[in-house]
């Protein structure tokens, strides 16, 4: 600070007078300096600079240079120094003991490094003066020497009034406004602008040794003892004997007087109510002053005690006075020095430090002097520990007329708060924004950056984001104005993308901000790599990879296959299926296993698909990626020229990697081809897909890196936050504002590991490559489309539809396999020709079957045929799930196409029906990498219901046929019309039954009714029977295990050949899924059934599987249209009802809880009663009706032939039993009973399939119908011990009529 007239401790006590050896004559030259230092001093022009006492001290300094000078010469001139000035006055400094060209060789430290400046800051400047030193002209950058001790240095050369820099020295200035002596006080312009800033490159001292070094101390200490401490001392005592002799007497009086009349202490006023005299001034011999002189004088020799009484003691002289500049001066002073006294003899007196303050601020008006003082008491306050009053102290001087200054308390108040015992964090952080905002204000730009970054430390993540959104705005301008680029952009950056909850306008300006930084940023370095941009959001893990074509739309007819889409949902459970559908069908073309390097395909790549090895990318075949982006700001985002970026290494065809990396996406357009969407806009807050598309045209490793874009925003006409819309293009009704380039990479973490040890202890993710494809040679490309594919049925209906399959790749393709897990639903007809129908228009209905017109002759006897069911795919041992596809000459050019016809049949329950279908196919060239590739297609099928049929076969009684052998059975068939309404169907037809079995053959139906056309209306109920024979031995024994024998019963005037394609394949196909569902079942039972059960088992199996062939008429759009259809009854038991489609089954009442112990009972093999009960077949053979002339003969004597016919392989014991079986005793009193003559039991052996007929006698006595069927027949197989009664004859009553004539 500058010297001031009401303190002294910046006044110079001493002036140091150097001249060089090297001078003509150095004695003169001391005389002229101390003539020059006594003018300035005592001269009345210059103010400046102020002196401590008339006699000042001055110490004249011989200066010699070692290196060049001649040292006998300087001994004489300092001997003659001496005698002049007195050996504590004089003094031969000796320097450079080495030249400059050996200072080079050796490195000695530079002394100076420690106290030179190495502030780089350029606008701002302190005021702070220093000590004068005066010396020649010449020699004038050797040495700077303190003559106070204190650190502030000017240099002042021999003109007067003019100040030179020296790299020393502090920066200066004088302000007139802030100075205290008026405008006499101002320095030359040079002295404000030759600044020197001390450059770290320069070594100074290069010529001193380290004896130099020695030296210059030496001197430094023999001037501070033998010539400045005595010269105070001196003073001190000077001052103190003028001060005895001055005031002693005058005040002593002047006191008593006081004291007498007043009678006490006379209280010193309040600082408010003193009048404002700070303009007196004290002359400068004034005692007041000497006082002042002395306290400032011991200050400095850290005589601190006698310091404070002397400033206490002026205090109360300055009050007295009303001089309240120099009241404030003495009480500032006093309070420092209390507080420096040496074991705080007094406690530090705050109340001098705030009065001081205060009169400086508002009586004198001083607010350089108020702002000191704050300063020193709050460093006093922050040594005590008393930070909260530091503070306090510090805030209550800012004030609005000084910003820089309010910076500066605001920053140390900050600082005060964070260092208390207990850091008041926020208090903190909230004063350094304050004094952020006032350095802002002041132009100091660095200050106030620094500021707001410390300030941020605190506020970050805290969830105060607009305090945050705040923070980072102003650091991102105030970086940007210091063109620190790189920090506005990382500021910027964070306002948006830290989910603000500014407003839509807010939000709006900062994106603009950041664009507009982002652009200057770029211009910088326009070939650098493009930078990372934070908007919009990428959500990396939903990144979908597709490979192939997209599907192509329904063409009228034409329904493409579904494929593999993006637009679908990933369903765990339906991949599981097509995963278990491939394995199935490259198992089979595997000769049954699936080959260890065996993967499914997948077309599709998301984050739950297995990403853990490169996908396989089809040369020429598109690579969709779909990047999600979330724009998280209430302003829309235009995103333009939005394309993948990527890395492509080619392989040529020898497989050698060409190390070449192409990043560029323009680069190699023949390599890889891009897709670029021009426009993509993302409204606010939304979350959009965009599907990029790369097009390989070249094999090697692609790798996919991120997305490259034109970030920018939309700007209608209207100002947002008083910035005005950007000129931009105009794209449409859009206005386009600024825009910057840059990318986004996309890095996917792959999946946790956790398989081993080491990684479930720690956490370690797998590799995620869906984005890094492996381009493979050229493959086959199939196309599938249905044609007349309808999405309506009935249950059991069957329909003609046509499937294309087109090559559009340019390799042909081979091994066409469909695979389907309901197989029982589609057919493409029989292998061979003459079993498929060739065209629909074959009848007169367009049927889907194979008829022919028959004649109305025929009707109830039944046309039989045979097929193997081998023809249509369903042999031993095959899987009938997987077909083949009959292509011509079994591949598929490249180009060209094939219409097959593919018969569907509704499903047999009702409802929505998720059918898929994978097409397998093969190239014909075999590639190591892709061995084939799939095609997907789910068909959507609703069922509405249509008929239910329920069979049941039973033994028929009758032996008669061809052969007279046993066997024949009955067929009972109930077909019900369940459907509804809603499906339009007016009446269904039944137009033909058929049967298909190895061993049966329906023969005739024996419906007793005259129609032979049997329709059903809305729930009408049909019953039908047919009766059915063994087919004959040598057709057995002709057909292979295979073949079975088809017979059709028509009740239309057109047979429906059932044995040809769809009417067979659909049966087949039932047939083989009904046996498959019956499998799992034939499993659970023992495998140690005795082969005689086994034997009694096959008696009542039966395997007669019925076909019932429909029509049905539906009114639709007052169109009558005819529909067709079968449905299969499988009958596998004598007895046992089977159904066409399953039964409901109705869910168990819950029971009470039962504990019981479990009792090991073993399962015994033996036949049910069922079983054994149709071992022996019985039929009695009698007359129907007999005429007995009872008046002659009493009794009458029917003869009755009892037929045993064994059914099964095994010999069999037969009990007859004639006795009657009294269930109660009213059958006794029935008139009707009757007795049979003879044996009344008979005991018999039949061989295998052996008929025995027993000849009967029944005798009667009365008229009447009798029924015969009371034999009691036992059978036992011969080797075992239970015997069995048939049930035979309780079924069948043999009735017979006695007349009496």
């Given at each position: 600070m500058p010297a001031s007239d009401h303190e002294f401790l910046n006044h110079y006590l001493a002036c140091m007078l150097v001249a060089s050896s090297s001078e003509a004559e150095p004695m003169e030259q001391f005389g002229k300096l101390s003539q020059e230092q006594h003018r300035i001093q005592h001269n009345n022009d210059y103010s400046y600079p102020k002196w401590f006492i008339p006699n000042t001290l001055k110490y004249y300094v011989l200066l010699h240079d070692v290196s060049a000078g001649d040292e006998q010469r300087a001994e004489s001139i300092y001997e003659e120094m001496k005698q002049k000035y007195g050996t504590q006055g004089c003094y031969l400094l000796k320097i450079n003991s080495r030249t400059s060209n050996q200072a080079s060789d050796e490195q000695i430290p530079d002394p100076w490094s420690q106290y030179l400046q190495k502030n780089s800051i350029q606008n701002q400047e302190s005021y702070e003066d220093g000590p004068c030193t005066i010396s020649s002209n010449k020699n004038s950058d050797s040495n700077l020497l303190s003559l106070d001790g204190l650190d502030n240095e000017v240099k002042v050369d021999g003109l007067p009034n003019n100040f030179r820099a020296h790299p020393l020295q502090l920066d200066s200035s004088s302000d007139p406004s802030n100075n205290i002596d008026g405008p006499d006080h101002v320095k030359s312009a040079s002295s404000l602008h030759e600044t020197k800033k001390a450059n770290p490159g320069i070594i100074?001292?290069?010529?001193?040794?380290?004896?130099?070094?020695?030296?210059?101390?030496?001197?430094?200490?023999?001037?501070?003892?033998?010539?400045?401490?005595?010269?105070?001392?001196?003073?001190?005592?000077?001052?103190?004997?003028?001060?005895?002799?001055?005031?002693?007497?005058?005040?002593?009086?002047?006191?008593?007087?006081?004291?007498?009349?007043?009678?006490?202490?006379?209280?010193?006023?309040?600082?408010?109510?003193?009048?404002?005299?700070?303009?007196?001034?004290?002359?400068?011999?004034?005692?007041?002053?000497?006082?002042?002189?002395?306290?400032?004088?011991?200050?400095?020799?850290?005589?601190?005690?006698?310091?404070?009484?002397?400033?206490?003691?002026?205090?109360?002289?300055?009050?007295?006075?009303?001089?309240?500049?120099?009241?404030?001066?003495?009480?500032?002073?006093?309070?420092?020095?209390?507080?420096?006294?040496?074991?705080?003899?007094?406690?530090?007196?705050?109340?001098?430090?705030?009065?001081?303050?205060?009169?400086?601020?508002?009586?004198?008006?001083?607010?350089?002097?108020?702002?000191?003082?704050?300063?020193?008491?709050?460093?006093?306050?922050?040594?005590?520990?008393?930070?909260?009053?530091?503070?306090?102290?510090?805030?209550r001087l800012t004030s609005e007329d000084s910003d820089l200054r309010s910076a500066l308390l605001l920053e140390q108040a900050a600082h005060c708060f964070i260092n208390m015992k207990s850091p008041m964090v926020r208090k903190y952080a909230f004063h350094m924004i304050l004094a952020g905002h006032r350095f802002s204000k002041a132009g100091q730009k660095k200050h106030a950056?620094?500021?707001?970054?410390?300030?941020?430390?605190?506020?970050?993540?805290?969830?105060?984001?607009?305090?945050?959104?705040?923070?980072?705005?102003?650091?991102?301008?105030?970086?940007?104005?210091?063109?620190?680029?790189?920090?506005?952009?990382?500021?910027?950056?964070?306002?948006?993308?830290?989910?603000?909850?500014?407003?839509?306008?807010?939000?709006?300006?900062?994106?603009?901000?950041?664009?507009?930084?982002?652009?200057?940023?770029?211009?910088?370095?326009?070939?650098?790599?493009?930078?990372?941009?934070?908007?919009?959001?990428?959500?990396?893990?939903?990144?979908?990879?597709?490979?192939?074509?997209?599907?192509?739309?329904?063409?009228?007819?034409?329904?493409?296959?579904?494929h593999v889409s993006l637009d679908q949902e990933y369903d765990n459970e339906s991949s599981q299926q097509w995963r278990e559908l491939e394995e199935q069908v490259v198992a089979l073309v595997n000769k049954g296993v699936i080959p260890p390097n065996f993967h499914p395909t997948q077309y599709c790549l998301n984050s739950?698909?297995?990403?853990?090895?490169?996908?396989?990318?089809?040369?020429?075949?598109?690579?969709?990626?779909?990047?999600?982006?979330?724009?998280?700001?209430?302003?829309?985002?235009?995103?333009?020229?939005?394309?993948?970026?990527?890395?492509?290494?080619?392989?040529?065809?020898?497989?050698?990697?060409?190390?070449?990396?192409?990043?560029?996406?323009?680069?190699?357009?023949?390599?890889?081809?891009?897709?670029?969407?021009?426009?993509?806009?993302?409204?606010?807050?939304?979350?959009?897909?965009?599907?990029?598309?790369?097009?390989?045209?070249?094999?090697?490793?692609?790798?996919?890196?991120?997305?490259?874009?034109?970030?920018?925003?939309?700007?209608?006409?209207?100002?947002?936050?008083?910035?005005?819309?950007?000129?931009?293009?105009?794209?449409?009704?859009?206005?386009?504002?600024?825009?910057?380039?840059?990318?986004?990479?996309?890095?996917?973490?792959?999946?946790?590991?956790?398989?081993?040890?080491?990684?479930?202890?720690?956490?370690?993710?797998?590799?995620?490559?869906?984005?890094?494809?492996?381009?493979?040679?050229?493959?086959?490309?199939?196309?599938?489309?249905?044609?007349?594919?309808?999405?309506?049925?009935?249950?059991?209906?069957?329909?003609?539809?046509?499937?294309?399959?087109?090559?559009?790749?340019?390799?042909?393709?081979?091994?066409?396999?469909?695979?389907?897990?309901?197989?029982?639903?589609?057919?493409?007809?029989?292998?061979?020709?003459?079993?498929?129908?060739?065209?629909?228009?074959?009848?007169?209905?367009?049927?889907?079957?194979?008829?022919?017109?028959?004649?109305?002759?025929?009707?109830?006897?039944?046309?039989?045929?045979?097929?193997?069911?081998?023809?249509?795919?369903?042999?031993?041992?095959?899987?009938?799930?997987?077909?083949?596809?009959?292509?011509?000459?079994?591949?598929?050019?490249?180009?060209?196409?094939?219409?097959?016809?593919?018969?569907?049949?509704?499903?047999?329950?009702?409802?929505?029906h998720e059918i898929n279908f994978l097409f397998y196919y093969e190239s014909v060239k075999k590639l190591p990498k892709i061995r084939h590739r799939i095609l997907r297609h789910t068909a959507v099928i609703c069922t509405s219901r249509s008929l239910n049929a329920r069979a049941t076969v039973c033994r028929s009684n009758s032996l008669e046929d061809e052969e007279g052998r046993g066997g024949n059975m009955l067929v009972f068939v109930d077909v019900e019309n369940i459907n509804t309404s809603e499906a339009g169907v007016k009446e269904f037809h039944i137009v033909q039954v058929s049967s298909s079995s190895k061993h049966w053959k329906l023969q005739k139906s024996v419906n007793l009714s005259e129609n032979k056309d049997a329709k059903l209306g809305s729930r009408e109920k049909g019953k039908f029977c047919f009766k059915a024979i063994r087919c004959k031995e040598k057709e057995v024994a002709t057909q292979s295990s295979e073949d079975y024998t088809f017979a059709d019963i028509i009740f239309g005037n057109e047979q429906i050949i059932s044995s040809a394609s769809p009417c067979a394949d659909f049966f087949y196909r039932s047939l083989s899924s009904e046996l498959k569902k019956a499998q799992p079942s034939a499993h659970t039972e023992k495998q140690s059934v005795e082969d005689a059960v086994r034997l009694i088992q096959k008696c009542s199996e039966v395997d007669l599987n019925v076909v019932i062939l429909w029509k049905a008429y539906v009114v639709e759009d007052s169109k009558q249209l005819i529909l067709e259809g079968q449905h299969h009854v499988i009958l596998h038991t004598v007895g046992k009802e089977a159904y066409s489609s399953p039964q409901k089954q109705e869910p168990p009442e819950m029971e009470p809880l039962k504990f019981f112990r479990p009792e090991n009972t073993a399962v015994s093999s033996r036949p049910s009663v069922e079983q054994l009960s149709s071992l022996i077949k019985t039929s009695l053979h009698y007359p129907e009706s007999l005429n007995h002339p009872f008046h002659q003969k009493s009794l009458c004597l029917v003869p009755v032939t009892l037929l045993l016919s064994n059914c099964s392989k095994a010999d069999v014991d037969v009990i007859v039993d004639l006795r009657h079986k009294t269930t109660s005793p009213e059958s006794l009193e029935i008139h009707g009973s009757f007795t049979w003559l003879g044996q009344t039991q008979y005991k018999l052996q039949l061989k295998s399939e052996e008929i025995h007929s027993l000849q009967l006698k029944a005798c009667f006595v009365h008229t009447g119908v009798y029924n015969l069927g009371t034999p009691r027949v036992f059978a036992k197989l011969s080797d075992q011990v239970t015997v069995f009664e048939t049930s035979q004859q309780n079924s069948m009553p043999a009735l017979i009529i006695i007349n009496n004539v």
């Open positions: 100074h001292g290069a010529c001193l040794t380290l004896t130099d070094h020695d030296r210059i101390r030496q001197f430094v200490q023999e001037f501070t003892f033998r010539g400045l401490l005595p010269h105070i001392e001196k003073t001190i005592r000077q001052l103190n004997d003028q001060l005895i002799s001055r005031k002693g007497l005058s005040r002593s009086l002047f006191s008593a007087t006081k004291k007498w009349f007043s009678g006490s202490k006379v209280p010193e006023k309040s600082i408010n109510e003193l009048k404002n005299t700070s303009g007196l001034l004290y002359p400068p011999e004034a005692p007041e002053l000497q006082i002042r002189k002395m306290a400032d004088l011991c200050f400095l020799v850290q005589h601190y005690d006698l310091a404070y009484s002397c400033y206490h003691t002026a205090k109360k002289d300055f009050l007295n006075d009303q001089a309240m500049l120099y009241a404030a001066g003495a009480l500032e002073m006093a309070a420092v020095s209390a507080f420096l006294q040496q074991g705080a003899a007094r406690p530090y007196p705050a109340h001098y430090m705030d009065t001081a303050i205060q009169t400086y601020r508002d009586i004198c008006k001083n607010m350089i002097l108020a702002e000191r003082c704050v300063l020193l008491s709050a460093e006093i306050l922050k040594s005590q520990s008393k930070y909260s009053e530091a503070a306090a102290l510090l805030i950056l620094r500021c707001y970054c410390q300030a941020m430390q605190v506020y970050k993540g805290k969830g105060w984001s607009l305090a945050e959104d705040h923070i980072n705005f102003t650091i991102g301008r105030q970086s940007y104005t210091l063109r620190q680029l790189d920090n506005a952009v990382s500021a910027f950056r964070h306002i948006l993308i830290n989910e603000s909850k500014q407003s839509a306008a807010q939000q709006g300006s900062f994106l603009r901000e950041y664009l507009y930084v982002y652009k200057n940023v770029s211009q910088l370095s326009p070939d650098g790599p493009l930078p990372q941009l934070p908007l919009p959001y990428i959500n990396s893990s939903a990144t979908r990879v597709f490979f192939g074509h997209d599907r192509r739309p329904a063409d009228g007819e034409k329904q493409a296959a579904t739950f698909s297995d990403n853990s090895r490169f996908p396989l990318a089809v040369v020429e075949e598109p690579i969709t990626v779909e990047v999600a982006f979330r724009n998280p700001l209430k302003v829309p985002l235009l995103l333009t020229n939005l394309s993948l970026l990527w890395k492509f290494q080619p392989k040529d065809c020898s497989g050698k990697n060409d190390e070449e990396v192409k990043e560029l996406v323009a680069s190699e357009p023949e390599m890889i081809g891009t897709e670029v969407i021009s426009e993509f806009l993302i409204n606010s807050e939304e979350s959009k897909v965009a599907r990029l598309k790369l097009f390989p045209h070249h094999i090697g490793e692609l790798h996919i890196l991120g997305v490259v874009y034109n970030l920018g925003t939309i700007q209608g006409s209207t100002t947002v936050d008083g910035i005005g819309a950007l000129p931009g293009c105009h794209t449409g009704k859009q206005s386009l504002g600024m825009s910057v380039r840059g990318r986004q990479d996309l890095e996917i973490q792959g999946p946790r590991l956790n398989s081993t040890k080491e990684e479930k202890t720690s956490i370690t993710y797998g590799p995620d490559r869906r984005l890094d494809p492996i381009i493979v040679e050229e493959m086959p490309l199939l196309e599938v489309f249905f044609i007349h594919f309808p999405t309506g049925l009935l249950c059991g209906e069957i329909r003609k539809a046509y499937v294309e399959f087109v090559n559009v790749s340019k390799c042909p393709l081979t091994g066409l396999k469909v695979v389907c897990k309901r197989p029982e639903f589609f057919t493409f007809g029989g292998n061979t020709t003459a079993l498929t129908p060739l065209s629909p228009s074959a009848s007169e209905n367009c049927s889907a079957y194979k008829t022919v017109v028959t004649e109305s002759t025929s009707v109830c006897t039944a046309l039989t045929s045979s097929a193997s069911s081998v023809d249509f795919g369903i042999g031993i041992g095959s899987q009938p799930e997987v077909i083949p596809v009959p292509l011509p000459d079994t591949v598929l050019l490249p180009g060209a196409s094939v219409q097959l016809p593919l018969w569907l049949r509704g499903p047999d329950e009702e409802g929505v």
